[in-house]
């Protein structure tokens, strides 16, 4: 389809090429997305649970919740998406991933490049002494192996503001694009969903591959709304064909 010849071109001729991924990215990998209205946000209050307030005054609940998220992490692996980004990475077609999402999945694929603005569930942080765990710990208990202190996932919690450093390095490498591309992000949480934006006004070509329209929608040179690893898949065939037409430098 044009829309995909058109992305591929943009990935041969774009330096630097920076995606952001969200939920949608996840999701081709079986991981719950918690924001869309089939997802758990559904079933549960995520300005309830995953609060510092629930850790504090509901940790039963809030522990439960969170050694779901855990579990469902461990069933999961890499989807073709991210192995593909992984592969351009390697390429050197693709500059750096900053990702919404908390699952470590793009590391798994290989990636390295990876800019995680919410944390990880790959880490478990102690509240007490600061000590750090596999986020796996906590499906064994909430208390630091280190000192006894309370652990808590090493995520971005509701009402919790962004650490400076990703947040610096994305809005860096949003500005600094040529081409932003956006995979699975529904761009409605902030301040993530200022980086296209920003990325537009710097001079950078905006593509969105998205199932839902999202509010960037309007402003983006192209978007798609399908599947990221059918998208992706399609774009990689067309891009290894024009590289192999083009034969060694």
């Not at 995953?50 to 919740?65: G, H, I, K, L």
């Not at 490049?113 to 499906?139: D, F, I, M, N, Q």
């Amino acid at each position: 389809m044009k829309d995909v010849e058109t992305l591929a071109e943009w990935i041969l001729e774009a330096r630097p090429f920076v995606v952001l991924s969200g939920a949608g990215m996840s999701t081709e990998s079986n991981l719950p997305d918690f924001r869309s209205r089939q997802g758990l946000w559904a079933q549960y209050d995520p300005a309830r649970l995953a609060t510092e307030w629930a850790m504090e005054n509901r940790p039963d609940e809030f522990y439960a919740f969170y050694r779901m998220r855990v579990e469902a992490l461990k069933a999961s692996s890499p989807n073709r998406g991210h192995r593909i980004l992984a592969d351009w990475e390697r390429r050197g077609l693709l500059s750096a991933i900053v990702t919404q999402n908390v699952d470590g999945l793009h590391q798994e694929a290989g990636s390295r490049s990876v800019v995680e603005l919410h944390g990880s569930l790959r880490t478990a942080r102690c509240r007490g002494c600061g000590a750090k765990s596999p986020g796996v710990r906590l499906l064994e208990g909430p208390f630091c192996p280190a000192c006894g202190g309370r652990l808590r996932p090493d995520v971005v919690l509701f009402g919790e503001n962004l650490p400076e450093a990703p947040l610096e390095e994305a809005e860096r490498l949003a500005s600094t694009a040529r081409l932003f591309v956006v995979l699975g992000s529904s761009l409605a949480v902030s301040p993530a969903n200022r980086l296209p934006g920003i990325a537009a006004a710097c001079g950078a070509k905006v593509a969105i591959v998205n199932r839902e329209a999202t509010p960037f929608d309007g402003r983006a040179h192209l978007v798609i709304q399908r599947g990221i690893g059918e998208v992706l898949a399609e774009t990689d065939r067309i891009v290894s064909e024009k590289e192999s037409l083009k034969g060694p430098v």
